[in-house]
């Protein structure tokens, strides 16, 4: 099963407070993703990543927010001006070419005051 | 648009006792089908999945669930539960393409009695 980590794994910040959420994948995978899950709620997709370049996208994923692969292996995930909506976990998944299963990570807990 | 139903939130069951955990999609074909568990402050482990062919699929941990496009549905079964199956358990489907999105039922939370 393929592995991937994300930092940090809590962060608080303030509103209105730009933050970044890194995803590193344990070796080399074609599709990421995003996805986020309010407290007690389901989880939510927000965008997939494909190429170099957004797939996908969900109504949710709105212009605070942008993705980007910075150096060829962390995948970023960056919230321009953080709402207090916006504290949730945080999951990125990965997927290879080859197969159709997403794995994801651990989870970037985010809390926005 | 596909969605996904887990019409219940909570169960409870006796450590030993068989569990069945429900899940409803709707999707235009067919699709993939996952179940996820997330034990608490966890991320999500995939448990099993379903593409094509045989209808019953095994998972991790003993875990089986079985596909049946005539009911859409995609229950998730255990014969005998253990406390440390006690976490939330997530149905999701995703469409036949590359690159696919998940879209995630609300999620059962399994609680287990000793």
């Known amino acids: 099963e393929p592995e991937v980590t994300q930092t940090p794994s809590h962060q608080v910040t303030q509103m209105g407070q730009e933050v970044i959420l890194r995803c590193v994948p344990i070796?080399?995978?074609?599709?990421f993703y995003w996805y986020r899950q309010i407290l007690g709620q389901k989880v939510e997709f927000l965008v997939s990543f494909y190429n170099n370049e957004i797939s996908e996208k969900s109504e949710i994923f709105d212009d605070q927010f942008s993705v980007e692969r910075p150096d060829g292996s962390n995948f970023t995930l960056k919230i321009r001006s953080t709402k207090l909506e916006d504290s949730a976990m945080y999951f990125c998944a990965i997927k290879d070419d080859s197969a159709e299963t997403q794995y994801f990570g651990p989870g970037t807990r985010l809390l926005v005051l | 648009a596909q969605s996904v139903t887990q019409p219940d939130i909570h169960i409870t069951v006796s450590e030993g006792a068989s569990l069945e955990l429900r899940c409803n999609y709707s999707?235009?074909?067919?699709?993939?089908l996952f179940w996820y568990v997330q034990s608490p402050g966890q991320g999500l482990q995939l448990l099993l999945k379903y593409f094509s062919g045989d209808t019953l699929v095994q998972g991790i941990k003993g875990f089986e669930a079985e596909f049946k496009r005539s009911q859409s549905s995609f229950n998730l079964r255990k014969p005998s539960v253990h406390w440390s199956d006690a976490a939330e358990y997530f149905c999701?489907?995703?469409?036949?393409?590359?690159?696919?999105?998940?879209?995630f039922g609300g999620g059962t939370r399994l609680m287990v009695k000793p």
């Open positions: 999707y235009g074909a067919t699709p993939y």
């Open positions: 999701a489907v995703g469409a036949q393409y590359a690159g696919n999105m998940l879209t």
């Open positions: 070796s080399n995978h074609l599709y």
